[in-house]
Each structure stands twice: as C-alpha cells, then as structure tokens.
C-alpha cells in the first residue's frame, strides 16, 4: 500500500482540495466522485466567483478611479474651458 500513495505523490496527484485525502488518478485531482461533485457545485453556484464590481454597473465607468472622461481632465486633458 505505501507503494501506491508514494507513486501517487511522485507523478503529481497531490492530495484532494475538498477534504484533503490523497487523489485517485480517476478523479485527479480531487479523492472520489463525492468531492468533485462538490466542487462542480460550487462553481455552479457561484462560490468560486472574482470579487468585482456590481453586475447592474453597465454604464461602463469605473467609480473606483479608472480612466474616465471626468479624470482624463485630472491627467492633464484639455477641457472645453481651455479653448482648444
């Protein structure tokens, strides 16, 4: 048996990211059929999900301070003020 688990972790499968046993080939690189169920439900559900800004912020504006129209007249932007 030690044979088995030390030729697991030689070619790289590692131990299993939901309950942490060792990974089976089968379902590298999760342990059973179990954890990856687990896991493809929560892609689904949205628990592996980027943090970022709001779906419904469609306008396109960053309101964090990305490169917008008002702050291309920070960086040194003419504005219609300036006559040009």
Do not use: Q
Not at 25 to 45: E, K, M, N, Q, T
Not at 54 to 78: F, H, I, Q, S, V
Request: aromatic share 6%; proline share 6%.
């Amino acid at each position: 048996m030690a044979a088995s688990k030390s030729a697991a972790k030689a070619k790289g499968y590692g131990r299993c990211p939901i309950c942490g046993s060792e990974a089976e080939l089968v379902y590298r690189p999760f342990c059973s059929a179990r954890c990856r169920d687990i896991d493809l439900a929560r892609w689904l559900g949205g628990g592996y999900a980027i943090p970022g800004h709001p779906a419904g912020d469609e306008d396109g504006e960053d309101k964090a301070g990305g490169m917008g129209p008002a702050d291309d007249n920070a960086a040194g932007g003419k504005t219609d003020d300036e006559g040009g």
